[in-house]
């Protein structure tokens, strides 16, 4: 853990005034930001308190206790009262990041950001997660997926909830945290702003029937079945997306 005198040193050097156009407790926070992100501050580091703060960086403690605040609220420190307590640098925690994503990505697509960039994107990171799934994947994760189709063949209407959670599954199976923490949020925009249960009901019915055949695929541990599968799937969803965004 870092100690107070550490941290200071580090923080002092930057000072203030670089960015005259930002105000003092967004240049604080940047500071105090790049210095958690390059790793110059680890998780459980303790920052020095706000007064040895607004010393370092010659403003009032109000001026740091805003800057504390922003970085609060974005989930980069946390406050511990106490004996012990003080402002420490938090721990990542990827359910953060996942909803943060989700959040920002929603904003774009109300904004610009079209279905058809989404499920590019999407290609790019699903086609090889399916790979990875076929010969990453333990029995248990196979079971799952089983599970999961079963689960959409027994639903019926034009609204399922179990196909965002296979590809979910399907992530979790190529044992790689980064692509479920990136890929998920795009998986909730586009059912949250394009897919709005809109779907025919033949529609969810195809879904089933490629969930299907990945599975068998990634049952074999056939990584080019899989991805093959998976991007012929992609390709149909893309077709249908289009088409319900365009209604």
């Avoid at 500071?31 to 010393?55: A, K, T």
């Avoid at 949250?192 to 779907?199: E, T």
Wanted: charged residues 20%.
């Amino acid at each position: 853990m870092g100690s107070v005198s550490n941290v200071s040193k580090q923080v002092v050097p930057h000072g203030l005034g670089v960015t005259p156009v930002r105000s003092a407790y967004q240049q604080i926070a940047d500071q105090l930001r790049s210095l958690i992100v390059s790793g110059e501050l680890s998780p459980g580091d303790r920052l020095p308190s706000e007064p040895e703060l607004g010393q370092a960086f010659g403003v009032g403690r109000s001026t740091v206790r805003e800057a504390l605040r922003s970085l609060s609220s974005q989930h980069l420190v946390y406050t511990s009262r106490g004996v012990n307590g003080g402002t420490f640098v938090a721990d990542v925690d990827p359910r953060t990041i996942t909803a943060y994503l989700e959040t920002s990505l929603g904003l774009l697509s109300a904004s610009g950001l079209t279905v058809d960039e989404l499920l590019t994107v999407r290609e790019m990171l699903e086609v090889p997660a399916a790979r990875l799934a076929a010969t990453e994947r333990t029995d248990d994760e196979l079971a799952a997926l089983r599970t999961a189709v079963e689960q959409e063949n027994a639903e019926s209407g034009t609204q399922h909830e179990h196909p965002q959670g296979f590809h979910i599954l399907l992530l979790t199976c190529a044992h790689n945290g980064l692509l479920e923490v990136v890929t998920q949020p795009i998986f909730s925009v586009l059912k949250n702003r394009f897919l709005r249960g809109n779907a025919p009901s033949e529609f969810w019915d195809q879904v089933c029937l490629d969930h299907q055949g990945m599975v068998e695929a990634i049952d074999r541990r056939d990584a080019d079945t899989a991805g093959e599968l998976m991007q012929h799937h992609l390709h149909r969803l893309r077709e249908a997306y289009l088409e319900m965004d365009r209604r």
